[in-house]
Nanobody, 116 residues
Framework: QVQIRESGGDLVQPGGSLRLSCTTSGIIFNRYTINWYRQAPGKQRELVASISSTTDTKYVDSVKGRFAISRDDARKMGYLQMNSLKPEDTAVYYC??????????WGQGTQVTVSS
């Protein structure tokens, strides 16, 4: 049984930092691309950052230089380090494990709120 679970969401002041974690089980983790998406109220879900099985990374322009995605294949975990947070970063953040023809798995999300 595949399980994907996010943690680390919180209320933080503008300029603050958070580290989100994605815990997985039931997949061959080192073969999957790990994506972090977010969805703000009234907006479409957007891809924030991605890290491939070969550790290539991609970011949406709005978070470049502030967010860093990483992975620990031994622990089967993904991470999203978020620095210099802004109110517009407020959203539910989702972890996604993806490998074409193998599977597309999602967590339930973790709330990040940036507010003073």
């Amino acid at each position: 049984q595949v399980q994907i679970r996010e943690s680390g969401g919180d209320l933080v002041q503008p300029g603050g930092s958070l580290r989100l974690s994605c815990t997985t089980s039931g997949i061959i983790f080192n073969r999957y691309t790990i994506n972090w998406y977010r969805q703000a109220p009234g907006k479409q879900r957007e891809l924030v950052a991605s890290i491939s099985s070969t550790t290539d990374t991609k970011y949406v322009d709005s978070v470049k230089g502030r967010f860093a995605i990483s992975r620990d294949d031994a622990r089967k975990m993904g991470y999203l380090q978020m620095n210099s947070l802004k109110p517009e970063d407020t959203a539910v953040y989702y972890c996604n494990a993806l490998r074409a023809s193998w599977g597309d798995f999602w967590g339930q999300g973790t709330q990040v709120t940036v507010s003073s």
